[in-house]
Structures are given as structure tokens and as C-alpha cells.
């Protein structure tokens, strides 16, 4: 069965560094998604992408976020000077329609 | 606002038997509502889901009950198995909207 991937499972940086999270999405799927989960919380929506452009973006995906499709199966997410709030789970997630969405495995990101 | 809450945070059942995990949900206008299961170290894994014109949708072993006059939402699991131990979200989405809101989250315990 197909599912979302991502790399690298763990991310430790230090605080004002730039981070990649990567994800491959499942192959047919044409929406994509990033969500965060900090330690012991709701997962939170953060962007939701399509047709090559940010469809929704929540009050956290602020400018220091951003995300790129660059290629036909690739699907990331960059902090341009992570804080150590980012610390969190990050998971991708993608779907075929705007509903059911299907989650990968995360990247926990470490911010000291 | 929106918010999307679960009654118990903790759920400890004996191996075997039914378990009913519910969840009461603020937003009247939602139109779609899914249980995603979360094992230590993952990402939700899509369970089951439901549309606002329905009152019951029905899996493999999982059931899932909608009452829009009382803004609730569950998930029956029969026959519980080890495997069944997991937090389990329940979430809501409108149609306009891309994000999914996740709920807090209910721990299950499958007891041997």
C-alpha cells in the first residue's frame, strides 16, 4: 500500500539555523499538507499546498516558513531560522481529493 | 469557535471486549469528520471517516457514529486487540477549508 515518506525521521539543529523537512507524497496524490505536533499536543495544521501554490497557510506558517515542490515527487518544508518553539514533530501529509488526508511518519526537530 | 475536544483523555479496556472513544465537537458548519489512530513514534494513520449527511459509517471492526443535534462524534472498536493500543484523534473539516482540526487526543489501553 502506498505512503508518505520522509526524511530525515530526526533533525537536531541549532537555534537560527535553516532546516529542510522532506517528504515524498503518495504518487497520484495532488494535495499536500504539513502539520506540526509539539510534545504532548494537538496536531496543527500549518500549509496546505496545490497546483504548485499554497492554497491555506495557518497564523503559524509565518515567514520564516516556506514550501517547495521541486520536483514531481518531492514535497519540502524550510525554516529559514529555526527557534527553539520549532521544536516539534512535523508530518506531511497528502491526498488525492481535499478530504482524506493520508499522514507520513514525521520528522521530530530538535532546536537547541 | 473552533475546537474539536474528547471527553477522556485515558480509556483502559480488557482485550476482547467493545471500546467506545468519544469526542464532542464545537463547529456546526463542519462537513467531514475522520478518526486517525497515533502508535508512539508515528504519524496518524487514517482509521475511519464520516460525512455530515450521514449518522453511521461502518469498517472493519470500527464504527463510527455522528449525532449532529448534540455535536458528537464516536468510535466503536469491537473485539479489542494489543495492537488496538494507540491515542486515537478524532478531527473535523469544513468543505471551504483544506485543514483538518485535530482533537486532543484519548489514550487506549488494551488490558491482557
Known amino acids: 500500500e502506498p505512503e508518505v515518506t520522509q526524511t530525515p525521521s530526526h533533525q537536531v539543529t541549532q537555534m537560527g539555523q535553516e532546516v529542510i523537512l522532506r517528504c515524498v507524497p503518495i504518487s497520484n496524490h495532488l494535495y499536500f499538507y504539513w502539520y506540526r505536533q509539539i510534545l504532548g499536543q494537538k496536531v496543527e495544521f500549518l500549509v496546505s499546498f496545490y497546483n504548485n501554490e499554497i492554497s491555506e497557510k495557518s497564523e503559524i506558517f509565518d515567514d520564516q516558513f516556506s514550501v517547495e515542490r521541486p520536483d514531481g515527487s518531492n514535497f519540502t518544508l524550510k525554516i529559514r531560522s529555526t527557534k527553539l518553539e520549532d521544536s516539534a514533530m512535523y508530518f506531511c501529509?497528502?491526498?488525492?481529493?481535499?478530504?482524506?488526508?493520508?499522514f507520513g511518519p514525521g520528522t521530530r526537530l530538535t532546536v537547541l | 469557535g473552533e475546537s474539536v475536544g474528547l471527553h477522556l483523555p485515558t480509556l483502559s479496556v480488557q482485550e476482547g471486549d467493545n471500546s467506545i472513544i468519544n469526542c464532542a465537537y464545537s463547529n456546526s458548519a463542519s462537513d467531514y469528520f475522520i478518526w486517525y489512530k497515533q502508535e508512539s513514534g508515528k504519524g496518524p494513520q487514517f482509521i475511519i471517516d464520516?460525512?455530515?449527511?450521514?449518522d453511521k459509517r461502518q469498517g472493519q471492526r470500527v464504527t463510527v457514529l455522528l449525532n449532529k443535534t448534540v455535536k458528537h462524534l464516536s468510535l466503536q472498536i469491537a473485539a479489542t486487540q494489543p495492537g488496538d493500543s494507540a491515542v486515537y484523534f478524532c478531527a473535523e473539516k469544513m468543505n471551504r477549508d483544506d485543514k483538518i482540526i485535530f482533537g486532543k487526543g484519548t489514550r487506549l489501553h488494551i488490558l491482557p
Open positions: 501529509a497528502s491526498s488525492r481529493q481535499p478530504d482524506t488526508q493520508y
Open positions: 464520516i460525512r455530515s449527511n450521514m
